[in-house]
């Protein structure tokens, strides 16, 4: 699992975007449009800044004006395929109350998109894979997949790196069966799938086998009390006092 | 300590006072004729250090109000008793001369104890009114604003005016301090300081709050609000809070320190404003602050980095001020229980919840300990959500006090799906008061109405809901472990006929609840609050092979080193001062021993093994 510093400090985080992210420029309503090139980078080039992203929603909490409802649904794709990280909850904490609507002309696709996204998330954090898919395929989100995902390099692989996250900790031996439902994949798709991630499967019995890590490992430990000889200096220095 | 002060305190009022010509205070009353023309004080930004000058009265209705006004005040002076306006010259003679001992006292325990006699129900003298008694010191008198508008709020209701009032006089403090040419020659204990900075944030959230209910304002009010939208508006707060870390450079100081700079590097790298202690204490103390602002906007990220080069030990600066090291482990841990830490969490709550108990017995002046217990029985609360999120067996102690007070709540949240309601209740009695950044648009009376009709969800219910939503992913977790905690090895499908699931979905929780076992969590040489690996929360471990499950359970096998330890040197303690003490006298006169040979009858057995030469010998 990724560990926390790399997701405060992605490596692909450029030093102006550091700058902008760490500095009081971030407040600056003009640096907005810097940040927002940054997301659409991170789209296209299947990178993620999860800090620099919800810069950008605080510019637009404090700037309602600035609010451009593109912007904040292709952060919560992204977020979304940051899970177990709660990246996706973070942004929402930051959409602040409906933004008065600025443009009468073009509706306001959030609104109507933000359920089917959160649903989407809870399902994840359930683990309840096949749903998520059988409702990414569906009409509700279709609208999501043909403006958004669509534009999203690899977002389906993504979700399938989440769904890997869970498995890999879980599992030590997985039926072909459950994992072509987890990962929408079946069939030779699957297998290249499998082979990419360098797990070996047995084709037979439909079984893959998974490496072992420090997770899938597990060992009944009795934690014992470790006496330190320091702890014990005082008496045994006392012992030496008394003649 | 602080009785010993208050003593005399109160013995040598009278004698020190006496040099301080009463009459002269308010004789110059006379003079300050001129400034009094037409005009009331100034209490604008701008005018901080010009007094103006002669200001002829040109109109005679001008004159007529300025005397009216002089009457006015005459009889609200006459009306403040003696010992308030001696109290009051003292301050202001111990700001003058940066005695921070005595303006400590005058600030820490005079300043409560006058409240408390005189003004409970009341409003303090405004600053006007005694202006005559410290010479029109502008300075005082927005230092004096500042606790006048802090007992309004704390005691009173503020009504708009009270609210654009203060935001207007915090603006001249910050405006003095940031903006005069150099740093200020003023001195303050760091008490006032923490609090300088509280009371703006407070009173910038009391605000945001207030702004929101739309029905209840008056027209009057609506205009004002609709005018004055610049009044404490994040922007501002935040400039006024990063302003100050910047001007005194406290996180440079920080890493400085850290690295192990001398003092003159020091110095070199702060600047003239960071290496006077009051600069420094308010930079320090807006980082906090910033922490602060950050959560109750619902920014938890930032709030966390804000605070990446604090540390948080018992050495750490922000312990001197009890109120602040409260309420910043207060704010450390929610922010990382949104971002799904709930070990961090813990740790945070379980230190300074024992700090607290230590420290009940010493601090037990009024207005603050009500305060920190009230912060501590929130964070008992919280300390309760993350145990039943991620138990674990860190402290025993501080487990059965939340027991105690919420152990009705604890036993519903470990009961999975009803369990929620008690989540939630806890979740709404602990959080911050959440605001939200922007106003309700009272600039445009159309768009006011349209939100009065469809008002938009409180900030305190979206994060209620998001967190909801992490409790609801976890809601399986708790059967399964009790289940688990049965067996070592077990068919996946006998798994699901014991819990009536379905296999496929109980496959699936189990992944849910091995990723809850797993979470972010600092370790020792981790830098920042937001860094951290991935570690095991859980006990209970398990593993699936195809269709097998396989369980692990860890424990802790029994401790008994620092009871051995303690009671072993205990035992020493008690040989040494045996051994070490005198021995009884020697009884030399032999028929002298008789009735006492009698007395010792009955202990006679446990005297036999002591050496009592005397009886002995006879």
Redesign the interface.
Known sequence: ?V???E??APPTRTELIENLV?G?DR?NPNNVGILEDYLYHQIRSQEYD??AN?AIL?LY??N?DLYNPDVVINILIKALTAY?F?DF??C???L???P?PANPDEPDPLPSLLPVL?SL??LL??????AFWALYRSDKAESLRDNYTVECVGFEDSVREVVIR??T???????TD?LSTYLDLSGDDLTAYIEKLGWSLDAESG?ATLPLNP???????????N?QLP??T??IA?TQT?A | MSQQRKAIWEADLDEELQDVDLNLAIGSYGQNDLYNDGTRPASLANDVLNRPSTVQSRIDEATLVAVQQQMAQQAAFASIPDVVKRFIVHFHQAVLENNLAEITVAYESGWNRLTEKFYAKTEWPEAEVIAPLVNDDQIFLILYRELYYRHVYSRLQPDIDDRFHSYENSCELFNYLLNSDGPVPLQLPEQWLWDIIDEFIYQFQSFCTWRTKVKSKTDEELQLLGEGNQVWSSYSVLNVLYSLIQKSKINEHILALQEGKSTEEIAEIVGEYGVRPLYRMLGYFSIIGLLRVHSLLGDFTLALKVMENVELNQKSPFTRVTACHVTTYYYVGFCYIMLRRYSDAIRAFVSILNFILRMRQYHTRSYQYDQINKTADRMYALFAICNALSPSRLDDNIFNTAKERFGEQITKMSRGEEGIPAFEELFIYACPKFISANPPPYEDPELLQAYIDDPPVEPIQRHLSLFLSEVRAQVPVPTLRSFLKLYTSLDAKKLANFLDADEEEMVQQMMVMKQASRSISRVENGKGLLDGQTISTSDLDFVIDDNMVHIAESTVGRRYAGWFIRNTEHAQRVYDTIKSSPLPPRKVNVTQTQPAQAAPAPPRNAGAKVAWGGIKVA
């Open positions: 699992m560990s926390a510093s997701w405060a760490s009081v407040y999860c800090l919800l605080k909490q404090f309602p177990p709660p909850n973070l929402i904490s930051l602040d109350e409906r008065f959160t998330y809870n954090q359930q683990c309840r894979f096949p869970a498995v900790p879980a599992f030590k031996r997985i039926g459950r079984v997770d899938n490992q597990i060992v009944s430990t009795v934690v014992q009390e006496i702890q014990l005082k008496i006392h008394v």
